[in-house]
């Protein structure tokens, strides 16, 4: 399960935020908490109570997890596992599980292999909420750990959200391709399996999510781009 809380601000036209996360098992008795800091959506820094420490991805992140570590703020964030998570989880879990909505899942074959060119698959996930997803792909049931991009979850408009993951994979025969999908409506993995027959009408359903799934790889890359040229120097506050 995940419970995750957002904290925005805005400075000088630099986007930075903090999202802070629960996350337990379905019995409620492995609880971790995890703060990430992000700058303009590239993650900075990230403390992980089952770690124990901040660890830096970038060169700013590592000189502030270098001095977190050896000060005061090691101990406080050491202290918001039990403060934040394991003595709310029980009321946050209900309150969320409530309000949440289970995704709708569809996997599309966006080009079908040529050549030395790929097949490409499309797994869309829709009409989710709260935002917070995972979404991977699983071969003859081994999790694939490359030729993938995802979008960023993309508020529909309507309170609910969408996202995309593309595939790039050479077919094999009698193999199962299968998108797996975590979010906190269900307290079990939602594996869809890829189904070639797939009706054309669904089919035309996943055409409009896959030029989202274009839109959002390009304004990553954008924020990329930006926070490269506009990070340095900046020293982060924990909140």
Same mark, same amino acid.
């Given at each position: 399960?995940? !419970? &995750?809380?957002?904290?925005?601000?805005?400075?000088?036209?630099?986007?930075?935020? %903090?999202?802070?996360?629960?996350? #337990? $098992?379905?019995?409620?008795?492995?609880?971790? +908490? !995890?703060?990430?800091?992000?700058?303009?959506?590239?993650?900075?820094? =990230?403390?992980?109570?089952?770690?124990?420490?901040?660890?830096? #991805? %970038?060169?700013?992140?590592? /000189?502030?997890?270098?001095?977190?570590? /050896?000060?005061?703020?090691?101990?406080? +964030?050491?202290?918001? =596992?039990?403060?934040?998570?394991?003595?709310?989880?029980?009321?946050?879990?209900?309150?969320?599980?409530? /309000?949440?909505?289970?995704?709708?899942?569809?996997?599309?074959?966006?080009?079908?292999?040529?050549?030395?060119?790929?097949?490409?698959?499309?797994?869309?996930?829709?009409?989710?909420?709260?935002?917070?997803?995972?979404?991977?792909?699983? @071969?003859?049931?081994?999790?694939?750990?490359?030729?993938?991009?995802?979008?960023?979850?993309?508020?529909?408009?309507?309170?609910?959200?969408?996202?995309?993951? @593309?595939?790039?994979?050479?077919?094999?025969?009698?193999?199962?391709?299968?998108?797996?999908?975590?979010?906190?409506?269900?307290?079990?993995?939602?594996?869809?399996?890829?189904?070639?027959?797939?009706?054309?009408?669904? =089919?035309?359903?996943?055409? !409009?999510?896959? $030029?989202?799934?274009?839109?959002?790889?390009?304004?990553?890359?954008?924020? #990329?781009?930006? &926070?490269? /040229?506009?990070? %340095?120097? @900046?020293?982060?506050?924990?909140?």
């Amino acid at each position: 399960g995940l !419970i &995750y809380f957002l904290v925005l601000l805005f400075v000088d036209g630099y986007d930075f935020y %903090t999202e802070t996360e629960c996350v #337990f $098992s379905e019995a409620l008795t492995d609880v971790e +908490y !995890i703060a990430t800091w992000y700058f303009n959506k590239d993650p900075v820094l =990230r403390f992980n109570s089952t770690v124990g420490k901040f660890v830096g #991805f %970038t060169e700013l992140g590592v /000189k502030n997890a270098d001095a977190w570590n /050896k000060g005061p703020y090691l101990q406080q +964030y050491k202290a918001k =596992r039990d403060a934040y998570c394991t003595n709310n989880i029980q009321i946050d879990q209900s309150i969320v599980l409530v /309000k949440s909505v289970p995704p709708k899942i569809w996997i599309n074959s966006e080009k079908q292999a040529s050549g030395d060119q790929p097949a490409v698959l499309i797994c869309s996930a829709f009409d989710f909420y709260p935002p917070a997803i995972d979404v991977y792909w699983l @071969r003859d049931g081994e999790k694939v750990t490359g030729g993938f991009i995802a979008t960023e979850e993309m508020a529909d408009g309507d309170w609910y959200y969408q996202v995309h993951s @593309r595939l790039d994979y050479t077919p094999k025969s009698g193999e199962k391709i299968s998108c797996v999908v975590e979010h906190v409506s269900s307290t079990k993995p939602i594996i869809t399996d890829w189904n070639p027959s797939l009706p054309e009408t669904d =089919r035309n359903k996943i055409a !409009i999510g896959s $030029s989202g799934l274009v839109l959002g790889l390009v304004l990553s890359a954008a924020g #990329f781009i930006y &926070y490269k /040229k506009k990070s %340095t120097g @900046r020293i982060l506050v924990p909140s």
